[in-house]
């Protein structure tokens, strides 16, 4: 069983940073690939970034302003992210697997089996 708790989550104008953070706690093993969802009213959950054995995915609409972290030590995984734009604006989730997906060129909530409450990350223009 894994627990996944987010924070970190605000309202920030455009152009301004937020750092998310997932405290992760259960077995290390159903951990191996560790990602952040967004959803945003009336629209599907779509992929943000994953980390998995030190590789890192980043849907295109976020590369070269948010980066996916992680701290073993502490079990969290963070989502730091600058550069914010109103369509940022999303209830952003934390996930889990156990499986690798260090290469898999996709990002899809299908394939991630524990899930965290969310945190609401609000940007105004």
């Known amino acids: 069983q894994v627990q996944l708790v987010e924070s970190g989550g605000g309202s920030v104008q455009a152009g301004g940073s937020l750092r998310l953070s997932c405290a992760a706690s259960g077995d290390p093993s159903s951990r191996k690939s560790m990602a952040w969802f967004r959803q945003a009213p009336g629209k599907g959950r779509e992929g943000v970034a994953r980390?998995?054995?030190?590789?890192?995915y980043y849907a295109d609409s976020v590369k070269g302003r948010f980066t996916i972290s992680q701290d073993n030590a502490k079990n969290t995984v963070y989502l730091q992210m600058n550069s914010l734009k109103p369509e940022d604006t999303a209830l952003y989730y934390c996930a889990a697997t156990s499986a690798v997906y260090s290469w898999w060129p996709l990002l899809l909530p299908r394939d991630f089996g524990y899930w965290g409450q969310g945190t609401q990350v609000t940007v105004s223009s």
């Open positions: 980390i998995s054995q030190g590789s890192t």
